[in-house]
C-alpha cells in the first residue's frame, strides 16, 4: 500500500444526473452509487464546461475552460503543449492510467511541425491527454471516420464473436423475431436484447479491464490514478439482457416541456427544435423505445461497479483510493423537445459528481451533500492535492474541492460556466451563421442562468421560480429580468476578460518579476538616494564606481 492515496476517477458517457436513485430516480435503483454516496459528499450543483463530449472531456483533462484549450468540438484536437492532469501527475512521480474513453483528438500537424513521432514515449503522451493509454476505446469504431479497431474488437474475435465489425454486430445489436440481425444505430431497435452476453459487453469489459489497470499497479508498488471512462450509457442505446426488459412504460417519467417552448420565436432554439435528433425524440414513440434501454445501462453500470467496489474491497484498495463518480454531460431524452445534449438546460449541462475520500479527514462529511457550484474543472486540481502534486494556478483554471471534502472553508465560486460551438451543426447551416459566431456561452449563479447567443438575443432562466426551465425571459422588459440580464451579462464579461492563455507565468518566475533592480535594470530612479531607500542596499553594490577603462 503506497503512502499517498490513489485515485480511481469514473466517468459514465452521456448519464443524467437525475437517473441515479441517490439524485432522486423513483424506478432506476442504483444501490452501489448510492452506498459510494453514503460514504462520501454528494454534490448537486455539478457544471460541465461544455454539453457535448470532447470538449466537455478536454475541459476535465487540463483543468481549463473550453476557450482556453481550444478543442471546441468533437474531432478538434487538443493542441500539443497544452498541459493535461496526466502531465501534471507523471511530473510528480504519479502514473495516470486510461481505461476506456477520452473523445481526445492528437495534434498531428502539431506533432509534425515539432517533429514529434506520434509512436513515441512523448508522442503518446500527446496523443493520450497525458494518459498512459492502457486501453483507449472510444467505441463508434471502426466504420466511423477517425476511430479505429480496438482491443475490445479483438477480445470478442478472441471468443468467436466474428465479423467485419464486432463491436457492432455484437455489443450494439439485436436480433429480432426473425433471427435477422438489427442494428441499435436505429432507435426503433433499442428494446432489443444485445447480441452478447453481459459479461463481455462493453461495460463488462472496461469494468475487468480497471481491474488489470490496479492490478498492475499494485504490483509495481506505485501510487495511481485510474481514469475509467465507460462508454456507456450513450448511444447506440442497447443493453444485453437481463437488462433490456427490466423497465418499461411505467417506469418512464413524463417529460419536462411546455407548448410554449415548441412554439418559440427566438430562431437559435427553433434551430435546434428543428434539428433531427430533437425531432425525433420529441415523438414519445422513441422516448418509449430509448428511455428503458437507456435505464437499462444504467443499471448494468451499477451492477458493474457493484462487482468493482467488492473487489477493490478483497484487494485492500479502498481504504487508499479516493474514488470519484462523474459524466461528461447529460441527455435530454425530449425534455424541452430536444434529443442528444448540445445545449444548456439542466437535462444536459448538469452532472452527477459523488467522491469518497476514505482518508479520516473525511470522516465528518461522509454522507453529506453539498450544493456548492462546483465546475468540472474541479477535478483536476482536486485530484493533484490528493496525489501530493503542487498547485498550479496559473494553469489550472479549477478550484480545489478538498476543503468541501474535509469540512473546512476554502472553496468558493459565484457562477459556473459552460461553452458550445455549433457551427458544424444543422443551426448554422440553417441560420447561416458564420463558423466564428457560431458560439454560445452559458453563466449561472444558482439561481440565474443566462445564455448568450452571438447574433441573437440572450436566454434567461430564473430556477428558483421556474426550476424545470420552461419560461424563457430573455426578451422580458421587467425591470427585474432587465437587472438580471445586466448583471450576467457583466459577470460573463469579467470572466471572459480574465487571464486564460498565461500557463508559463509559474509562480518563480511571477516572483520574480517585480526584482528587476537587483538585476541592475533601473527604471524611474532619480538617483542614488532613491535606489538606496527604495531597496534598502548601497547603490554601490549594484553598480561599480569609479572609470573604466579600455585596453
Known amino acids: 500500500m503506497t503512502k499517498k492515496p490513489n485515485v480511481l476517477w469514473i466517468m459514465a458517457d452521456q448519464l443524467r444526473f437525475d437517473y441515479l436513485s441517490c439524485y432522486g430516480h423513483p424506478h432506476l435503483h442504483t444501490p452501489h452509487i448510492d452506498s459510494l454516496a453514503a460514504r462520501g459528499v454528494r454534490f448537486t450543483n455539478t457544471y460541465v464546461q461544455s454539453p457535448v463530449c470532447g470538449p466537455s472531456r478536454m475541459s476535465a483533462y487540463t483543468g481549463r475552460y473550453v476557450r482556453s484549450h481550444g478543442s471546441t468540438w468533437n474531432g478538434i484536437p487538443l493542441r500539443v503543449g497544452e498541459p493535461t492532469l496526466g502531465d501534471h501527475l507523471r511530473g510528480a512521480g504519479i502514473r495516470a492510467g486510461l481505461v476506456g474513453k477520452t473523445h481526445m483528438v492528437a495534434d498531428a500537424e502539431g506533432m509534425a511541425w515539432l517533429g514529434v513521432d506520434p509512436k513515441s514515449e512523448i508522442g503518446v503522451r500527446v496523443s493520450e491527454c497525458g494518459f498512459e493509454p492502457f486501453e483507449r476505446d472510444d467505441g463508434l469504431h471502426p466504420d466511423s471516420i477517425g476511430q479505429r479497431w480496438s482491443a475490445y474488437d479483438d477480445y470478442l474475435m478472441a471468443l468467436g464473436y466474428k465479423s467485419d465489425n464486432p463491436w457492432e454486430d455484437f455489443a450494439n445489436s439485436g436480433i429480432d423475431e426473425d433471427g435477422a440481425l438489427m442494428s441499435a444505430w436505429l432507435l426503433k431497435n433499442s428494446r432489443l436484447e444485445a447480441n452478447i452476453p453481459e459479461e463481455h459487453s462493453e461495460t463488462a469489459y472496461m469494468t475487468n479491464r480497471a481491474m488489470d489497470f490496479m492490478e498492475d499497479a499494485m504490483q509495481q508498488e506505485e501510487p495511481w490514478l485510474c481514469h475509467l471512462s465507460y462508454i456507456k450509457p450513450h448511444w447506440p442505446y442497447i443493453v444485453p439482457a437481463p437488462y433490456h426488459d427490466m423497465y418499461g412504460p411505467e417506469h418512464i417519467i413524463a417529460p419536462i416541456r411546455s407548448s410554449a417552448e415548441r412554439d418559440t420565436d427566438h430562431p437559435l432554439l427553433r434551430a435546434y427544435l428543428q434539428s433531427r435528433v430533437c425531432r425525433c425524440f420529441a415523438r414519445d414513440q422513441v422516448r418509449e423505445h430509448v428511455i428503458p434501454a437507456y435505464m437499462g445501462l444504467i443499471k448494468q453500470l451499477d451492477d458493474n461497479l457493484g462487482r468493482l467496489f467488492a473487489w477493490m474491497d478483497e484487494k485492500g484498495l479502498s481504504e487508499n483510493t479516493i474514488v470519484a463518480f462523474t459524466s461528461d454531460h447529460g441527455d435530454y431524452m425530449g425534455d424541452h423537445w430536444m434529443g442528444d445534449k448540445d445545449f444548456y438546460h439542466q437535462s444536459a449541462v448538469k452532472v452527477p459528481l459523488i467522491i469518497c ?97 452571438e447574433g441573437f438575443r ?29 448583471r450576467m451579462e457583466k459577470a460573463l464579461m469579467t470572466w471572459s476578460l480574465q487571464h486564460h492563455a498565461r500557463i508559463t507565468a509559474n509562480a518563480e518566475l511571477v516572483s520574480r518579476l517585480p526584482l528587476t533592480a537587483e538585476f541592475g535594470i533601473l527604471i524611474g530612479f532619480w538617483d542614488e538616494a532613491e535606489y538606496e531607500q527604495a531597496t534598502g542596499k548601497p547603490f554601490s553594490s549594484l553598480v561599480p564606481t569609479g572609470p573604466a577603462t579600455v585596453d
Open 357 to 453: 475520500d476514505p482518508r479520516p479527514a473525511a470522516n465528518h462529511t461522509r454522507g453529506s451533500v453539498s450544493d456548492a457550484l462546483v465546475e468540472m474543472i474541479d477535478l483536476a486540481p482536486t485530484f493533484m492535492d490528493a496525489l501530493g502534486c503542487p498547485p498550479k494556478p496559473h494553469v489550472l483554471e479549477g478550484r480545489n474541492l478538498m476543503p468541501l471534502l474535509h469540512g473546512k472553508d476554502g472553496f468558493s465560486r459565484r457562477y459556473v460556466i459552460s461553452e458550445h460551438d455549433y457551427s458544424s451543426f444543422e443551426m448554422a447551416r440553417a441560420l447561416e451563421v458564420p463558423q466564428e459566431d457560431a458560439r454560445t456561452v452559458m453563466i449561472f449563479d444558482g439561481r440565474w442562468k443566462y445564455i448568450r447567443c
Open 458 to 486: 440572450p436566454f434567461l432562466f430564473d430556477l428558483e421560480l421556474d426550476p424545470d426551465e420552461l419560461d424563457d425571459i430573455g426578451g422580458s422588459d421587467l425591470q427585474q429580468h432587465c437587472e438580471a440580464r445586466e
